[in-house]
C-alpha cells in the first residue's frame, strides 16, 4: 500500500484522478480512461429526436434562435471526450516503448492524434494507474496461492514432526521435554568438569592437558598469522579455498509494480547527474591546495531531494565525490554501447572493474540503448590485494537528452538500497549514488565525455601506503576512470586502424589485431590475479619491509593459464622518484635486461613493435630471449605491453612459444594459449606536506614520488591438489625483495647520473 502511494504521488503534484474517481470508476476496458460515472440524459421520442438532429445543426452554425430552445430543456451535461479506436492504438504502441513521456513527446504525440497535450497527459497517467491496479491483482492471486501452499506445507511439517522418535529408545525425539536452554546449562556444566580433571590429571604427570577445545587443529587456510616470524620447523602446507562466486543475492530480480518506481527514479537520477555535470560554485568548490574540485554536500542536499539523499548519512561512512572531463577518441554510440554491455565495460576498464554483470534487464529503450534501464552487479579493484575491493548491485540508466540544443547521451548509475532493505552487502559497505557520465559528439569520430564518480563508503583502515591514495580519490575517483577510459580508447582506435605501420614479423593486419586481443587477454588476467577481487585470500609475509608483501595459491585447471598450483606474490614499495622515470625503466627491454633478477643475464631483442597509443610507451612489443639454448627448433618468445595514463602505468609480460604466437596470428582461437603474466603497476602519488620540494607555481609543498606495485607468478606444481611447500615461499619472496631492490638502485643511479650531467652542464 505504501509503495502504491509513492507510486502515484511520484506522478506529479498536478494529479486530476482523485481517490474517489478511482475507487468508484467501474470502467475496466483499457482503451478508455477512466471518467466519473454521469446520470444518463431523459429519453427523447422520435418526433424529438428529429429535431434535436436539426438543433444541433443549426446550433453549429451558430443560430441564436435555437439556442434559446434548447435552453428550455434540461441543462444537458459535460460531454466527455471518447478517443478513437486509432487514437487508442497509438497511444497504447507508445505506452508500450516508454510508459513516462516528457513534455516534447506529450506534445508532438498530441499533434499527430489531434489531441490536446492535457489529454494525452491523463490517459498516460490513468493507464499507468490502471496498470498498477491490474498488477497487484494478479500479485495478490499469487501471494493467496503462495500462502494456501505453505500453511499446506507447515501442517503436513507438523504432523511429521508428531511422529519423529527417537532412533536409540524409541521415544519422543526430546525425552522428558527438556528445553535447548536446559542442554546448554548441562554442557557448561560438563565443560567446567572436564577442566577440574584435566587440572587433577595434570599435578599426577607433571605436564599440563589440553581441554577439547584446545586439541581442535588449526586451520590450514594461508592466514597472515598461520606462520611463525621466522620459517624455522616444517608445518602442514596452506590449503586456499576455492574462488568464491558473487554475492549471494541470487534472487534480486525487481517485480513489476517495482519496475515503474525503478524507472521515477531513473528520471531523478539522471536530472541529478546533468546537473552535477553541468553546474560548477556553489555546488563544486575547487581546493586551492591540489587545484581539485570537491563537492559542497550542504549544497548538494539543498539542490536534490530525491528519496534515496533523504536518508541521514552516518558517521561511519566517508563520502567520495569528483568530477573530470576529457575529450576521447571515440564516438558516442560505441562508448554507449560498451557501458550498456557489461562484458564490453569491463574490457574497456581491466584495471578499474574485476567482474561485471547485467542480472536483469528492466527496459531495453529505443534499440537496447535510448532509455534502457539494468540492474547490475559490478566489483572495483585496485590492482594490490592491500586495497579491498568494492563490489555493489546497482541500477544503470542510458537516456539521449537535448539541453540548449545540445545532444548528449546521460548514463547514471543510481543504488538499489531503497528497494531490497535485506540485500547482502560487501565488506567494507559501498553505496553508489548516482554517478556516471555525460558523452556529447565531437567531430571526426571524438567524443567530450564529462564524468561524476559520488559515491559512500564505509570507513575502515587501509594499509598506511595506500591510505592517502584511497581517501584523495585517486583509486576510484573520476580522473582515474576518465584517464583510463581515454588510454583504452586510443587502444580500440588502433586495433581498428589499418595505416599504422608495425615494426617486424607482423604479416598481415588481421595478424595484428589477433596478437593485440591476445595482448589484451594478457592484461586482463594479470589485473584480476594480483588484486583482492572474487574473495582471494592473501597472507601477510613475515619479515617483508613495512608489511607490503603478500602472496596466495591458486588451483588452476581451466585452458588460459598453466594447469597446476601457482604460486602468486604482491609487494608495493614507495619508490622517491616521478612515475614517468620508474615506467621508462621498466618498459623498455634494453635497461630492464640490466636487472639481473628479471632477466636471468639474458638479452632482449624486440622482433616485433605494434604502436597503440599517442605515447611512445603505448605498445605491445614481440621480444625474443636471446640465450644459449635457442636454436632453430626452439626459440623462447616473449609477449609484452605497456600503456600509462595521468593515473597510472603497467608494464606486463608473459613467456608464449613460437607455435602459440603462429596460432595467435593466423586466426585461430587464442583463449587455449597458456599465459602466466608478471608485470608492474605504478602510480603516481603527489603528497602535500611541510617539506619537500616547493612548487613555486601553487606555492606550496609537494613531495614527488611513485608507489610501485610487483606481481609475480609461477607454476609451483603441474597437479592442481598439490600443497605448497615453504621452500617456495621463502624462495619467490626473496625473489620479489631483490627485484625491488634492484629497480631502486638503478633509478637512484640514473638520477644521480642525470645531476651529474647537470652540473657538467652549468659549469660549461
Known amino acids: 500500500m505504501y509503495a502504491d502511494c509513492e507510486a502515484i504521488s511520484s506522478m506529479g503534484g498536478n494529479m486530476v484522478v482523485s481517490s474517489e474517481t478511482l475507487f468508484t470508476s467501474t470502467f475496466q476496458n483499457p482503451n478508455f480512461t477512466y471518467l466519473p460515472l454521469e446520470p444518463l440524459p431523459p429519453m427523447i421520442t422520435k418526433e424529438e429526436n428529429g429535431s434535436s438532429l436539426r438543433g444541433k445543426e443549426e446550433m453549429k452554425s451558430g443560430s441564436e434562435s435555437e439556442l434559446q430552445e434548447t435552453t428550455e430543456q434540461p441543462l444537458k451535461k459535460k460531454r466527455y471526450h471518447r478517443h478513437t479506436a486509432h487514437q487508442i492504438q497509438e497511444l497504447e504502441a507508445v505506452f508500450k516503448e516508454c510508459p513516462h513521456p516528457d513534455d516534447k513527446q506529450r506534445k508532438k504525440l498530441s499533434q499527430e492524434l489531434g489531441l490536446k497535450p492535457r489529454q494525452v497527459k491523463f490517459w498516460f497517467q490513468n ?35 508428531s511422529k519423529l522418535v527417537c532412533p536409540n529408545c524409541g521415544g519422543p525425539p526430546v525425552p522428558g521435554g ?60 596452506p590449503i586456499l579455498s576455492e574462488t568464491p562466486s558473487y554475492l549471494d543475492n541470487n534472487n534480486l530480480i525487481l517485480m513489476e509494480e517495482e519496475k515503474t518506481i525503478a524507472m521515477e527514479l531513473a528520471m531523478s537520477a539522471t536530472d ?100 534502457c534501464l539494468q540492474l547490475m552487479y559490478a566489483e572495483l579493484h585496485v ?26 547521451w546521460a548514463i547514471v548509475d543510481f543504488p538499489l538500497d531503497g528497494f531490497h532493505n535485506s540485500l547482502q552487502t560487501s565488506f567494507p559497505l559501498y553505496k553508489r549514488r548516482p554517478s556516471g557520465c555525460l558523452i556529447q559528439d565531437m567531430p571526426n569520430g571524438y567524443s567530450r565525455v564529462t564524468w561524476v564518480e559520488h559515491a559512500e563508503i564505509e570507513e575502515k583502515p587501509i594499509h598506511q601506503i595506500f591510505s592517502h591514495f584511497v581517501h584523495s580519490g585517486m583509486a576510484f575517483g573520476a580522473n582515474r576512470w576518465l584517464a583510463v577510459l581515454e588510454r583504452q580508447c586510443e587502444r580500440v582506435a588502433s586495433l581498428m586502424a589499418t595505416n599504422i605501420p608495425d615494426i617486424g614479423v607482423i604479416p598481415s593486419p588481421e595478424a595484428r589485431k589477433n596478437l593485440m586481443r591476445l595482448s589484451q ?31 596466495t595459491t591458486r588451483k588452476v585447471s581451466e ?49 616485433a613493435h605494434i604502436a597503440n597509443g599517442s605515447h611512445p610507451g603505448n605498445c605491445i612489443s614481440l621480444l625474443r630471449i636471446n640465450v644459449s639454448s635457442n636454436s632453430s627448433q626452439h626459440v623462447d618468445l616473449m609477449l609484452q605491453e605497456s600503456c ?24 585461430e582461437d587464442p583463449s587455449c594459449i597458456p599465459l602466466l603474466p608478471l608485470g608492474f603497476f605504478i602510480t603516481p602519488m603527489e603528497l602535500v606536506n ?20 610487483v606481481g609475480l607468478q609461477v607454476l609451483a606444481s603441474t597437479i592442481p591438489s598439490a600443497k605448497i611447500n615453504l621452500s617456495s615461499i621463502a624462495a619467490i619472496n626473496n625473489h620479489l625483495c631483490t627485484t625491488v631492490q634492484q629497480i631502486s638502485s638503478a633509478l637512484s643511479s640514473n638520477c644521480i647520473g642525470s645531476c651529474n650531467e647537470g652540473d657538467n652542464g652549468k659549469e660549461k
Open 127 to 161: 493507464r499507468r494507474t490502471q496498470m498498477k491496479a491490474q498488477q497487484d491483482r494478479s500479485e495478490n492471486v499469487i501471494l493467496r496461492a503462495e500462502n494456501d501452499s505453505l500453511k499446506s506445507e507447515f501442517y503436513r511439517l507438523q504432523a511429521e514432526l
Open 178 to 237: 527438556v528445553s535447548f536452554d536446559e542442554l546448554r546449562i548441562e554442557n557448561a556444566r560438563l565443560g567446567e568438569e572436564l577442566e577440574r580433571v584435566c587440572a587433577i590429571a595434570s599435578r599426577y604427570i607433571g605436564r599440563p592437558i589440553q581441554t577439547m577445545g584446545e586439541l581442535m587443529p588449526p586451520s590450514l587456510e594461508l592466514d597472515m598469522n598461520i606462520y611463525p616470524r621466522q620459517f624455522l620447523e616444517p608445518m602442514p602446507p
Open 272 to 371: 541529478e547527474l546533468v546537473k552535477m555535470c553541468r553546474t560548477n560554485e556553489p555546488l563544486w568548490v575547487r581546493n586551492n591546495k591540489t587545484g581539485k574540485e570537491v563537492l559542497n554536500l550542504d549544497e548538494h542536499s539543498r539542490m536534490f531531494h530525491w528519496p534515496l539523499n533523504l536518508k541521514q548519512r552516518s558517521s561511519e561512512f566517508r563520502t567520495e565525490a569528483s568530477r573530470d572531463s576529457s575529450v576521447v577518441i571515440m564516438n558516442s554510440i560505441t562508448l554507449v554501447d560498451a557501458f550498456v554491455n557489461a562484458h564490453k565495460w569491463m574490457e574497456l576498464f581491466p584495471s578499474i572493474v574485476a567482474r561485471a554483470k547485467c542480472v536483469q534487464v528492466i527496459s531495453q529503450g529505443v534499440s537496447g540503448t535510448n532509455g
Open 383 to 408: 590492482l594490490s590485494p592491500l586495497v579491498p575491493t568494492r563490489e555493489a548491485y546497482f541500477l544503470r540508466y542510458c537516456q539521449q537528452q537535448n539541453v540548449e540544443d545540445e545532444t548528449y
Open 521 to 551: 587477454r594478457m592484461i586482463r588476467t594479470f589485473c584480476v590475479n594480483i588484486s583482492s577481487c572474487s574473495g582471494q585470500v592473501w597472507t601477510a609475509v613475515p619479515d617483508s619491509t613495512d608489511d607490503t608483501v603478500r602472496i
Open 559 to 607: 585452458a588460459g593459464q598453466p594447469n597446476g598450483l601457482i604460486l602468486c606474490a604482491v609487494s608495493t614499495t614507495w619508490l622517491p622518484y616521478p612515475h614517468h622515470h620508474v615506467f621508462d625503466l621498466l618498459r623498455d627491454e634494453r635497461r630492464r635486461a640490466q636487472l639481473e633478477v628479471l632477466s636471468n643475464g639474458n638479452a632482449l631483442h624486440e622482433v
Open 644 to 667: 600509462t595514463n595521468k593515473s597510472g602505468s603497467l608494464v606486463v609480460y608473459s613467456t608464449v612459444d613460437v607455435d602459440s604466437v603462429q596460432l595467435a596470428m593466423s586466426g
Open 690 to 709: 611541510d617539506g619537500g620540494c616547493k612548487d613555486e607555481a601553487n606555492g606550496h609543498n609537494i613531495t614527488t614520488g611513485s608507489l610501485l606495485t
